[in-house]
């Protein structure tokens, strides 16, 4: 009785647990397909034998079936360990289409045979990260069912109160930090459309009285002292390559790149390739061109050029042990995951300070928030969610 | 007003922009496509041939738009309709529809535009405008609405000057040498301009021809098949899920029709694992089912295996029977192969079958069989298996297409096999080869390619 009561307990356990892991409510649905077993063939002596055709985990397998007898035996089958003779079979198979679960029962008993269906909703998972040498360090901020084209931390920091604003296609979107996690607290629309583009692309960035957004063809500004509030106008003005503004450049509206126009801290205007990205070193900058090189540009000496394989997010990174951190992303194609390094960067080459850091999904937007010592990545997810990571990169080990 | 909103799209404008590139893409530059399928004339025939009907559909889906497309896990994404309800009784469905949207021949494109192409393509639909939204009725509930309408069949185009398709989609029709040559070329649609300044396809290439001019660096794309070894050029390969049909198919006007006896022992003869084996070089599944299981879930239930006992044992119930004819098209060699394959099967429980080669063949004009070869259409199973009752000739699958209970769809679909009229093979996927300098290549699923996003690297 007892071994009974905590088989049970354990069953209730496994069941609960594969149901908060999953989201689903499989014992409803081994219920549900119990009862249609026990309409297609009058119960009676049976032996179950339950296939996974499916995803599903062995622990959760091993859940189902013990829902599903429970559920038989509930409804008159009386089950036995092994088949035999004038014995009924169950042969249940948990198997799935491309959108959800669909489990099938085929019943025999002499030559006649029925079968059973149920459909159940499927959902989605994730993964993790290391590091190693500088140590690259992320930390997940906010994770959104919308496009997300950038962000940033308008006081720099992650306190109790501090915001978060989000720039997507259409809106600015606020999040304020309260009782540890982010909240979006409000939500304000464009009003005004940018030039449509396959590869969407846009900057945020905090401003002395506020913060600025860019989008192909459209400059808004704003502030959120008394609630968010933004203005927006049709601009092809420069935008920040960084949230410090050390380095502007100009965005070409039709394309996914800057033009090569850039505008330094004295308003003095260089041309250089076309670009991706750039990393805003404590001196000169590093720039991902669009040939997928990067381009080092430093007063003083004749611009360098990496070559070799680079994505096209690259952002500078400063840290206590070693300055002038170049975070590079992969340069693989979107539908591969991608992983973003600390470089250290000499005349001629990059060196790898950390180990890559992975994510799931292609990193959209990487930028160095005004501090310098944090980088700031939007990335797109596999499942579609759009996820804002903090970067920061620590010495040692 | 007592109405539910079932689904309702995310944002206005470009909310469903696509991913993009840890390396970002490149723009311009000319693709150059071969395919076996040709397309002769724009106007959309009811049954093609499962190469000119991948290639109607890879063209469809670049030049025309839909009110909503199926993204890979299944949802339904917003495209020429921002957002949509439906009533309770699901027999009405309100579209909004996005606005500004332009054709590539200038003008905009108006909700009779869509009204027209919608109508025409589900005669049973009720499409209007209603207080500035589309609605679409009908007599019965359609519960995979959305899903419907993510088809390519459900494509919002019209004719230009020369017959050719218009629409709203990344590319436009330029150049095109009827059955041998098609141009695409990059439009500004709504949704932004394709990163390719144009597509040169080369149509109605055999799979030889396709490899040989990949080898020499004529093409970037071509298809693959899993009778041919893949080129030794450096090359990706790409697969969609097993999603063209591979089957016997009886005539039903012939003697066979009145034997279901014989077709159920030709059945049983089957080697399906042979054939997927050897012939098929383990590419797709087997399957005696008219679905495959990952849009079904529930193809397993049909069993594929040989059990030359039993096809012995039924065919020992009949008397003699005459020599059958097993039509196969001469330019597919995997059809002539798999024709031959079914002849040898048969022979061992005492059928015989002549595969004989159907195309301008006089003789052949009314074969007792053909070996048919259906491109599934939709990952929607109700939708899926409605779309094979025209080229299966079996209208009873038609009643799945506003199903959604795997059961019901189940039933109709083992009620069409019964008779073994129809008896499948096997399901194969579609294969491309692209070139090293190809990037974000896309391919759903059920084969439905995104070439608006597709780029090529600089040659260096």
């Keep these: ?397 | 007003m007592k109405f539910i909103c079932l689904l309702l799209a995310a944002a206005l404008s470009l909310a469903a922009a696509p991913l993009r590139a840890a390396t970002r893409p490149h723009y311009g530059g000319t693709l150059r496509m071969e395919t076996r399928g040709a397309i002769a004339s724009f106007g959309r025939s009811k049954v093609l041939d499962a190469d000119d009907q991948a290639l109607e559909d890879w063209v469809l889906s670049s030049v025309c738009d839909r009110l909503v497309i199926m993204a890979d896990d299944g949802s339904v994404r917003p495209r020429l309709a921002i957002s949509w309800r439906s009533d309770l009784d699901l027999r009405s469905w309100h579209f909004a529809l996005r606005p500004n949207v332009m054709l590539q021949n200038g003008n905009p494109l108006s909700p009779a535009i869509i009204i027209a192409s919608l109508a025409a393509a589900n005669p049973t639909w009720h499409v209007r405008t209603e207080a500035g939204e589309l609605l679409i009725q009908s007599d019965a509930p359609i519960p995979n609405l959305p899903a419907q309408l993510a088809e390519i069949r459900n494509s919002v185009c019209v004719s230009g000057d020369g017959g050719q398709w218009v629409g709203s989609g990344p590319f436009q029709i330029g150049e095109f040498q009827p059955g041998q040559r098609m141009e695409l070329r990059a439009f500004d649609s709504w949704s932004g301009r394709p990163f390719l300044d144009r597509i040169r396809i080369e149509m109605g290439k055999s799979l030889a021809e396709q490899a040989t001019d990949f080898q020499l660096g004529r093409a970037e794309l071509i298809e693959n098949s899993p009778t041919l070894a893949p080129p030794q050029r450096l090359s990706k390969i790409s697969t969609s899920q097993p999603m063209e049909l591979l089957a016997v198919v009886f005539a039903a006007n012939t003697e066979t029709a009145m034997r279901p006896r014989l077709r159920q022992a030709i059945a049983l003869s089957l080697d399906r694992a042979s054939i997927y084996s050897v012939l098929l070089r383990r590419q797709g599944e087997p399957s005696a089912a008219l679905l495959p299981e990952w849009i079904s879930g529930y193809a397993h239930l049909f069993s594929s295996a040989q059990d030359l006992a039993r096809a012995r044992q039924v065919r020992a119930q009949m008397g003699s029977v005459p020599t059958l004819t097993l039509g196969y098209d001469p330019g597919d060699t995997l059809a002539k192969s798999i024709a031959e394959r079914v002849a040898v099967n048969a022979r061992e429980v005492n059928v015989a079958i002549q595969p004989i080669p159907i195309a301008n063949n006089p003789r052949a004009a009314n074969p007792d069989a053909r070996i048919v070869r259906v491109r599934i259409e939709s990952p929607d199973p109700g939708a899926a298996l409605a779309s094979l009752a025209s080229p299966l000739n079996a209208s009873t699958l038609t009643s799945a297409l506003s199903l959604n209970s795997a059961d019901a769809i189940y039933r109709i679909e083992n009620n069409a096999l019964q008779d073994f009229l129809i008896i499948p093979i096997a399901h194969i996927p579609e294969a491309f080869m692209l070139g090293p300098m190809v990037h974000d290549w896309e391919i759903a699923p059920w084969g439905e390619l995104n070439l608006g996003d597709l780029w090529m690297e600089p040659a260096p």
């Design chain 1, 1 to 397: 009785m007892l071994r009974l009561v905590l088989r049970c307990l354990l069953m209730i356990s496994c069941v609960v647990f594969a149901g908060a892991a999953y989201g689903q409510d499989f014992p409803s649905a081994a219920t549900q397909l119990a009862a249609k077993i026990s309409s297609a063939m009058q119960p009676g002596d049976a032996f179950l034998n339950v296939e996974n055709r499916s995803l599903l985990s062995n622990p959760t397998v091993v859940t189902i079936r013990a829902e599903l007898a429970s559920a038989l035996q509930a409804g008159g089958w009386k089950l036995s360990e092994a088949p035999g003779s004038g014995t009924a079979s169950i042969a249940v198979e948990l198997s799935e289409n491309f959108s959800q679960y669909v489990w099938t029962a085929t019943v025999t008993k002499a030559d006649t045979r029925a079968v059973a269906l149920v459909q159940v909703p499927r959902p989605v998972a994730g993964q993790g990260e290391r590091g190693n040498d500088v140590v690259l360090t992320r930390s997940l901020l906010i994770v959104s069912g919308e496009p997300l084209l950038d962000a940033t931390l308008l006081e720099g920091k992650v306190v109790d109160g501090a915001h978060l604003l989000a720039l997507t296609p259409q809106s600015v979107e606020l999040y304020q930090f309260q009782s540890g996690q982010w909240r979006n607290v409000q939500s304000q629309p464009l009003q005004t459309s940018s030039l449509p583009t396959r590869d969407f692309r846009g900057r945020i960035a905090p401003s002395a009285d506020g913060f600025d957004a860019f989008l192909p063809g459209l400059h808004c500004t704003g502030t959120v002292a008394a609630g968010l509030s933004l203005t927006c106008r049709p601009s092809d003005d420069s935008w920040p390559l960084s949230d410090e503004r050390r380095l502007l450049a100009f965005y070409s509206a039709n394309r996914n790149y800057f033009n090569g126009v850039t505008v330094g801290p004295k308003g003095e205007s260089e041309n250089i390739e076309p670009f991706y990205s750039a990393a805003v070193l404590s001196s000169g900058a590093a720039y991902a061109a669009i040939d997928g090189h990067i381009r080092v540009d430093q007063p003083g000496n004749p611009q360098q050029i990496i070559s070799g394989k680079w994505g096209s997010n690259i952002a500078a990174l400063q840290s206590s042990c070693r300055p002038d951190l170049v975070l590079v992303t992969s340069s693989a194609d979107f539908t591969a995951p991608d992983a973003v390094t600390a470089y250290r960067l000499s005349s001629t080459e990059l060196t790898p300070a950390s180990d890559a850091v992975p994510f799931a999904g292609p990193v959209m937007s990487l930028k160095t928030l005004a501090d310098g010592q944090q980088a700031m990545a939007v990335v797109a997810s596999p499942s579609g969610r759009y996820e804002v990571y903090l970067l920061t990169a620590r010495c040692g080990s």
